[in-house]
């Protein structure tokens, strides 16, 4: 990480008041928009999603969840979250500090949804994020009496589907990290989890959708 988490929440406080309106990018809006489609939660799931920000994701996503749970490290970005679910009289959503390592959430997630943050992260960092979110309680299915992982992930960020343009980076070099689809896929493999979705909405900008693996193949 080539920012502490300390620093990153201050930047992003700082910025949360014009934030929905500086990320108007084409591809930005078609990120965002893939995520909450590929999440697809169902009105029994409770989603729980991560460096939530202003809450974009988290109350699209609250029309069709049981439950939304966002997490942020930016108060700045949560106030804005907050604000938003309270003017659109949004009941089934809150927003409270997590981190990507360490989300402050004991309980269910079928769902892990994330947009446009974990490239923060170091490559080993990423890693251990994924790891502690297939190892969040996913709760029990049908089939099975014993709580495993969630049921999908979502991520939805900057990545490299080939050598970045050094000419035209879609991130901040200096703040930010961005792994390539293949790191993060065997990320995901390496977790228990399928990858079943790679959409490239650019050359460094894509989502990954990943089902959880039991005994037998993939649960959906």
């Known amino acids: 990480m080539k920012k502490t988490i300390a ?3 201050a930047r992003f406080s700082e910025a ?27 009105e029994t799931d409770t989603v729980l999603d991560l460096g939530t920000g ?13 439950r939304v749970v966002g997490r942020d490290v930016s108060e700045g970005m949560l106030e804005q979250a907050r ?5 659109r009289g ?31 992260l170091a490559d080993e ?11 969040l309680d996913g709760g029990v299915t049908p089939s099975r ?3 495993v992982g969630p049921r999908r992930i979502v991520l939805g960020d900057v990545m490299f589907f080939g050598e970045p343009d050094p000419e035209e980076p879609f991130y901040s070099p200096e703040v930010d990290d961005p792994a390539t689809v293949g790191t993060l896929v065997d990320y995901f493999t390496d ?26 193949g993939r649960e959906s």
Do not use: M
Request: charged share 25%; glycine share 10%; aromatic share 8%.
């Open 7 to 9: 620093e990153h929440a």
């Open 16 to 42: 949360a008041a014009d934030y929905d309106t500086d990320q108007n990018s084409e591809e930005y809006e078609a990120c965002a928009g893939l995520v909450i489609r590929r999440a697809a939660p169902a």
């Open 54 to 66: 202003t809450g974009a994701i988290a109350l699209a996503l609250a029309e069709d969840a049981g």
């Open 83 to 87: 604000e938003k679910a309270a003017e």
């Open 90 to 120: 949004t009941e089934n959503v809150e927003f409270g500090y997590g981190e990507f390592r360490a989300p402050g959430y004991d309980g269910e997630a079928q769902i892990v949804t994330s947009n446009f943050a974990l490239h923060h």
């Open 125 to 135: 960092e990423k890693r251990e994020a994924i790891e502690t979110w297939a190892g």
């Open 145 to 147: 009496t014993d709580t």
């Open 191 to 216: 977790a228990g989890y399928a990858v079943t979705q790679v959409d490239r909405v650019h050359d460094q900008v894509g989502v990954i959708t990943a089902e959880r693996v039991v005994s037998g």
